[in-house]
């Protein structure tokens, strides 16, 4: 007689890795080899090289690569050929509400003028509420506005995602005013 048992379905959370310098692409790379599921934001910029002029992808997130992984699967991303560490946020491991993943994605999608800003360079100031298509009504952290810049805080990864949103100067002032 046979028993049948049921184990409960593994939890996978939104981690995030640090890698090696520019190797971003390549763990990337890896870990699709491994069927490991990862989300490794690309933005395109422009570069003036002698001859002419090239558009690249690179990395939103320097040394940053998103993985959606269980208990099991973290061994095997650790394991990976330029993978440094988990990053830790508070003393455990940094985990990404499947929000944020969304946020990112989204505000990739919308806007090509994408960049991240260490936290470390800002200044903190007021309590606002960002009232954009791409990031909600999300309430955050005033670090800079500079003419039609908002910066948004993704406090796990210290840094910044920093999107140029059409959105007059006078209006932002008069909002974060009120």
């Given at each position: 007689m046979y028993q049948t048992i049921i184990t409960p379905q593994k939890k996978r959370n939104w981690m995030v890795v640090y890698t090696r310098s520019n190797y971003e692409k390549?763990?990337?790379h890896l870990l699709s080899k491994q069927h490991i599921h990862f989300f490794c934001p690309l933005i395109k910029i422009k570069k003036?090289?002698?001859?002419?002029?090239?558009?690249i992808e690179q990395p939103l997130f320097q040394s940053y690569v998103f993985v959606h992984v269980d208990a099991h699967e973290q061994l095997q991303v650790l394991q990976t050929t330029g993978v440094v560490n988990f990053v830790?946020?508070?003393n455990s491991p940094a985990i990404m509400a499947e929000q944020e993943i969304t946020q990112i994605k989204s505000a990739l999608a919308?806007?090509?003028a994408l960049q991240?800003?260490?936290?470390r360079t800002l200044h903190i100031g007021d309590h606002v509420k960002?009232?954009?298509?791409?990031?909600?009504?999300?309430k955050g952290e005033v670090l800079e506005i500079q003419e039609k810049n908002i910066v948004v805080?993704?406090?796990?990864?210290?840094?910044?995602?920093?999107?140029?949103?059409k959105v007059p100067h006078d209006q932002i002032t008069t909002y974060?005013?009120?």
């Open positions: 390549k763990v990337s003036q090289w002698t001859d002419r002029k090239v558009t830790n946020y508070n919308k806007h090509h991240t800003v260490n936290l960002l009232v954009s298509d791409v990031f909600g009504n999300s805080i993704i406090k796990q990864l210290d840094c910044a995602l920093v999107a140029r949103i974060l005013n009120e």
